[in-house]
């Protein structure tokens, strides 16, 4: 089990390193022709792509470090390394966000008007379709190894290409006389950018602070009741290391079971939930009722 997790981080820094490199480019194209075609638009786009670079090495680093193994400091392993990654990572969306909006609200009130060069519009596009790519990309993988931190990262790839879209649509917009679209579209792609970047501290947070979804619990009871000899639950709780359930269950069987057989109940628990729930690791109590 542990080296099946081990195996699914390793495939997760693929996506890492997927983004790193289409940062990279995309960041020095974007600067480049925002030079050479006078955008402020495409200028600032390629900034936030090279932001996204840290972002991408964060998570790359989250990622290998939670492949550590257990140790003296860390005897439940380094798993929520990846939780802090996505945390990381959220932050510097938070900050890409907010800037987009206050660079969308500041242009509002200037005076200057610009019309950039149609390159710096198609650029945008590609760049958007490029992102776009990477995140669908990243999104499969994040569901296929149920990585935080991927998922984390495609979140942030697909922002990426809503900032490219809103940079197009102000650059387009210009030519035909519409200035104004360039503010509106940024204060809408700053707002999802944020909203995302919410969303995924949220889910982090409530993973550091062992918080856990109450539906999936139900889910868990439902299995367990079912399982022959299983009289009722006194007590379970559970709790995530990176992508990783650990379940803590404390369940009532018949007074009159000997140890062997109320062991094999437990047993069935813990493999019930391995296989039909996918967690990490079963603590089962057993108790006479």
């Not at 879209?165 to 917009?173: H, K, L, V």
């Not at 970047?197 to 949220?202: C, H, M, N, Q």
Request: glycine share 6%; net charge negative.
């Amino acid at each position: 089990m542990v080296q099946s997790k081990v195996n699914d981080l390793k495939m997760g820094e693929r996506g890492a390193i997927l983004s790193i490199f289409a940062y990279i480019f995309l960041s020095v194209l974007k600067l480049v022709i925002a030079d050479m075609t006078n955008s402020a638009a495409l200028k600032a786009d390629g900034m936030n792509n090279a932001t996204d670079i840290v972002a991408s090495i964060a998570v790359l680093i989250g990622l290998r470090f939670s492949q550590k193994p257990a140790d003296k400091n860390h005897p439940y392993g380094h798993w929520k390394a990846e939780t802090i990654a996505a945390m990381v990572a959220s932050f510097i969306m938070m900050a890409v966000g907010l800037q987009v909006l206050f660079e969308a609200v500041t242009s509002v009130f200037a005076e200057k008007q610009e019309s950039p060069d149609m390159t710096a519009a198609l650029t945008a596009v590609f760049s958007a379709g490029i992102m776009y790519l990477v995140y669908r990309y990243n999104r499969n993988l994040g569901r296929k190894i149920n990585s935080q931190a991927v998922t984390a990262a495609a979140k942030d790839n697909l922002s990426d290409a809503w900032v490219s879209i809103g940079a197009s649509i102000g650059i387009i917009g210009s030519q035909f006389g519409l200035p104004w679209l360039d503010p509106l579209t940024a204060v809408v792609v700053g707002l999802l950018i944020c909203k995302t970047a919410w969303g995924i501290f949220r889910e982090a947070s409530l993973d550091l602070t062992d918080g856990y979804d109450e539906e999936k619990l139900v889910l868990y009871k439902e299995s367990i009741l079912g399982i022959s000899g299983v009289k009722g639950i006194k007590d379970i709780r559970a709790r995530r290391y990176g992508s990783n359930s650990v379940v803590d269950v404390v369940i009532l069987v018949n007074s009159t079971l000997g140890i062997q057989a109320a062991h094999q109940i437990s047993d069935c628990v813990e493999e019930v939930l391995i296989k039909e729930h996918q967690i990490f690791d079963v603590h089962v109590h057993v108790e006479p009722n």
